[in-house]
């Protein structure tokens, strides 16, 4: 299965790490640092840069993967459990 996190963006619903609500994480001190830190070393991918409502991290290879999509947490739930 794949979720749908975007466009024309798709990830691998096994390789899902963590999906986050964009603004809490920003406005959570230990969350942000954590996105910091990990955003060093991940490939960050902007689906949209104006519209984050969600972030997606993902591991494919040992390697991280940091998604920023214009869909909310709830609805990327949703689609995950379908």
């Not at 960050?44 to 214009?70: G, M, R, T």
């Not at 869909?71 to 739930?77: E, F, H, K, M």
């Amino acid at each position: 299965m794949v979720l749908h996190i975007g466009k024309d963006t798709m990830v691998p619903l096994k390789d899902v790490i963590l999906i986050l609500d964009y603004k809490e994480a920003r406005s959570n001190d230990d969350t942000n640092n954590f996105l910091k830190k990990i955003s060093d070393s991940a490939h960050n991918i902007y689906i949209e840069k104006y519209n984050i409502k969600s972030v997606v991290i993902a591991k494919f290879l040992d390697k991280f993967f940091i998604y920023y999509s214009p869909i909310s947490p709830a609805t990327l739930y949703k689609r995950s459990k379908n």
